[in-house]
């Protein structure tokens, strides 16, 4: 049986396509100049130079291979307790912001008769015991637009954090 889960809000849909279209390419921008930050990040855990960082990082095809493996690197005995401080922090808030990222990238959108558009639905299966659940629902109004807005801010602050980091590590000295 296949059904979808609607957790769409009560609020009217007031998403001009423009709009969301807009914020979506900003968060796509500052993700993705954020997550290159974890070449040098790389580089500066395991005391390489930044050619090798980019081939660990492009070897690596997803987001969550790319933070779990800085995040084990920054768990290791070896690591001073202010770097890894420093870099677990950045990727726990990376990881929180992962899942708005994730939710504009692999959502289909609905539009209302007007071509507003009016929700999102997330192209994910949920398997459960009794039934299959697809495309969570979820109206795209004013409120959601703040929310895709704080996302935008705190990844942009993720960077600022991340480039400080780099920036204080004598090992990344000429390499940025």
Do not use: C
Not at 84 to 110: D, E, F, P, W
Request: proline fraction near 2%; aromatic fraction near 6%.
């Amino acid at each position: 049986m296949l059904s979808t889960d609607t957790g769409a809000a009560a609020s009217p849909p007031v998403a001009n396509m423009q709009d969301v279209l807009i914020r979506v390419g900003q968060l796509n921008y500052v993700w993705t100049n954020t997550e290159s930050l974890l070449i040098y990040v790389t580089a500066h855990l395991l005391k390489i130079d930044k050619e090798a960082a980019i081939i660990i990082f492009l070897t690596l095809n997803t987001t969550r291979a790319r933070i779990d493996l800085v995040e084990r690197l920054a768990k290791r005995h070896t690591v001073p307790d202010a770097d890894r401080t420093a870099v677990l922090s950045a990727m726990g808030r990376l990881k929180r912001q992962a899942k708005v990222r994730n939710k504009y990238n692999h959502s289909i959108y609905s539009h209302d008769g007007n071509g507003r558009i009016s929700g999102t639905q997330l192209m994910r299966l949920v398997e459960t015991d009794r039934a299959i659940l697809y495309g969570k629902e979820e109206r795209l109004d004013a409120r959601e637009l703040r929310e895709l807005e704080r996302a935008i801010t705190e990844i942009a602050a993720i960077s600022e954090a991340l480039w400080a980091f780099i920036r204080a590590s004598d090992h990344l000295r000429g390499l940025v």
